[in-house]
Nanobody, 127 residues
Framework: QVQLAESGGGLVSPGGSLRLSCAVS????????IGWFRQAPGQERAGVSR????????SYADAVRGRFTISRDNAKNTVYLQMSNLKPEDTAVYYC????????????????????WGQGTQVAVSS
């Protein structure tokens, strides 16, 4: 059974950092693509970043490129999202999602590509 569990959210001041974790079970990271998404109140779920653990390729939304870094630890079956220089507009519930590894490279930052979702973790950026 495919399961994803996010952790690491919290309250942070502007300019601060957080690292989110997405622990997966029921499948091998090498066979899947993992994405991070966020949803602020009243807004649609938006893609933040994604990684294909098999080859390490990554993609980022323009709003976070240069501030966020996605990575994986295959031995721990975990994907991370390191968030730095956080801004109030980064406040949202963050979700990780999974889908079987695509045949072709691409941004894959749209939610419709993904089949499995975690429950989300809240990130609040405020002074």
């Amino acid at each position: 059974q495919v399961q994803l569990a996010e952790s690491g959210g919290g309250l942070v001041s502007p300019g601060g950092s957080l690292r989110l974790s997405c622990a997966v079970s029921g499948f091998s990271l090498d066979d899947y693509m993992i994405g991070w998404f966020r949803q602020a109140p009243g807004q649609e779920r938006a893609g933040v970043s994604r990684i294909i653990p098999h080859d390490g390729s990554t993609s980022y939304a323009d709003a976070v490129r240069g501030r966020f870094t996605i990575s994986r630890d295959n031995a721990k079956n975990t994907v991370y999202l390191q968030m730095s220089n956080l801004k109030p507009e980064d406040t949202a519930v963050y979700y990780c999602a999974a889908v079987t590894r695509p045949r072709h490279n691409g941004p894959y930052l749209s939610a419709h590509w993904y089949d499995y979702w975690g429950q989300g973790t809240q990130v609040a950026v405020s002074s």
